[in-house]
């Protein structure tokens, strides 16, 4: 059965080299595996019959037998068309089909029985199908069923008549071949126990089911199947990792901690961040590891927290660092940890790329000897050079920027693995940091520091653009600043969006010198030149920044109150929320405002609408997900997620997913190694859900 799932897909019945090489190009299917768990998107109810009489415009798809009584070959160039009337005693309809006018009267002669379907629309005042699928009675194909499974297919594949249609045909040839029934991948006690159908039954009848119930059935198994084996797999490389790597015991909360809480916090820490720190706590006094995800929407107070753990590690004799993405956030960390340490005899360093040779003999130096406790920096961190004292406690912010290989270089860097807090300000739906963060503990950090007022946004079209520009003035006037972003730099042929270089033109003239300065920044210009332009806004030197999704992530401008962002549908929704929580840093009331044309499609105004109506990120995350798949959930990039999901969807399986987490974590809990003999299965299958997954908590 094994060999017979692994052969290429060209030797399958009704595929050949030429279909082969299209099913691998436009969908990636290489072998009869790939197709049998190419699942259908939706299912048609194929049993119900319409007489001609009965059909409206308005119905979704109809089935109806008859005969096609005659042809007619009408209209010139594109618009030529092959049309045939067909009939079924009450009434008559016309087919039309602008592509395959030859062979269709070859194959479907005059006076034929003939079962029609499609969906009915209107031309010329008369009911007609547009390229129906058309079956001979006497040769319905070997596996059928009442609800016919729809695939995706791309407009390629129907131009080499690979339809919907077409794959399901390949699909009954495959499932006729089979030389056996295919082998279980779960194990009989866990089967009766969630009540689940056997493997077999399953992949049979997810492509060509009976009825509702049955579909249901199969679906069900299929997706808990795909999840269950993400979780075991994330679960036991988590327990492994608990039994393989011990950490430093961080007994003491002492003078650094208790100093800085009781003297220099500048506020009353909310309720969510003195949750975290019992977590941080707990998991650094336990003698493993930690790994932690810290989630928290832009400027919830996610650095003081990392702050207080770091001044936790320095109380117990270790170093703490933090490693950031860009030099403009470590830049920005170096200055706030240095204004919370102020009047403490604590040494802070920063090390970035763009430090002389000569200042940072005396950082490596006092790493060395001890004396510097807290450094904060760049990709400049790993750099074999630099090498600590007794380095206790890794801080890594928007940890979605750095390689797998860049983190290790920083585990190396201590005789006992450090503890590792992992920072994001890109809110993750539950459902998928369960998934992509699985092996790490998440904390949240769920309410924003007392002062803070919500941003309020707004949704403007171009035509009011004037009106935008006269609040924008108003705004400068009182001394602020702010962002417009666009989605493009340069005009594309393809799309008539705003682009930068045109939006930067009109606003410098809408906002002339001397009276206003524009700053500009985009991922064209050289590291040095955008480093400038920032540095010239972050002093208020600049009024305007107008920008690309650069800016997205880390910029901290308390003065900057306002954040426009062009041509807003086509951002991702993710993405938006990043680029708001650009504004809003000081207590000012900030505002967003999202400019768009009239023309936005129905999930672009989803989006504008959800952005309008909330500022929680993580209601956003989760909207944003059921929108849009997991893909681009990470954050600035369309990152991928580190598996391949083939039937179940993150946003819309919640519920199967908490089962399968559940159930995983049961499993773990009674039997760690998986050697009990009821779970042997799950071993053989375990890397099966997927080999190659990043384990984000040992990738030491």
Known sequence: MQQYLLQDIQFLEGVGPKRADLLKQELNINTVEDLITYYPYRYVDRSRFHKISEVTSDMPHIQIRGQITGYASIGKGKGKRLVADFADGTGHLQLVWFRGAKWIPESYPIQKELIVFGKPTVYNRKINLVHPEMEDPAKKHAVSSKLQAIYSTTEKLKDHYLTSKAISKLLANLIKGLPAKFEESLPAWLLEKLNLVNLDGAMRQIHFPDTSAQYNKAELRLKFEELFYIQLNILQGKTERNKRFSGNVFETVGDNFNTFYKDHLPFELTAAQKRVMKEIRKDMGSGRQMNRLLQGDVGSGKTLVALMSMLIAMDNGFQACIMAPTEILAQQHFNSIGRFMEG????????????????????????????????????????????????????????????????????????????????????????????????????????????????????????????????????????????????????????????????????????????????????KMKPEEKEISMKHFVAGRTHIMVATTVIEVGVDVPNSTIMIIESAERFGLSQMHQLRGRVGRGTDQSYCILMTGYKISEEGRKRIDTMVRTNDGFEIAEVDLKLRGPGDIEGTQQSGVPFNLKIAHLGKDGQILQLARDTAENIIAEDPDLRLEKNYIFTKHIKKGNPNRISWGSIS
């Open 344 to 523: 403490m005899d604590v040494q802070v360093m920063l090390l970035t790329g763009s430090i002389k040779k000569a200042d940072r003999e005396p950082i490596h130096q006092g790493l060395l000897d001890g004396s510097v406790q807290i450094l904060i920096g760049t990709h400049a961190l790993i750099e074999d050079v630099v090498q600590f004292n007794n380095l206790g406690l890794v801080v890594i912010d928007e940890q979605h920027r750095f390689g797998v290989a860049q983190r290790a270089r920083l585990w190396k860097k201590a005789d006992v693995l450090p503890h590792v807090l992992v920072m994001t300000a890109t809110p993750i739906p539950r459902t998928l940091a369960m998934t992509l963060y699985g092996d790490l503990d998440v904390s949240v950090i769920d309410e924003l520091p007392p002062g803070r007022k919500p941003i309020i946004t707004r949704h403007s079209y171009d035509s009011k653009r004037l009106q935008v520009f006269g609040f924008l003035k108003k705004q400068i006037a009182t001394g602020r600043q702010a962002y417009i972003v666009y989605p493009l730099i340069q005009e594309s042929e393809f799309m008539d969006y705003k682009d930068l270089e045109d939006g930067y033109e009109s606003i410098s003239r809408a906002f002339p010198p001397p009276e206003y300065a524009v700053s500009v920044v985009h991922g």
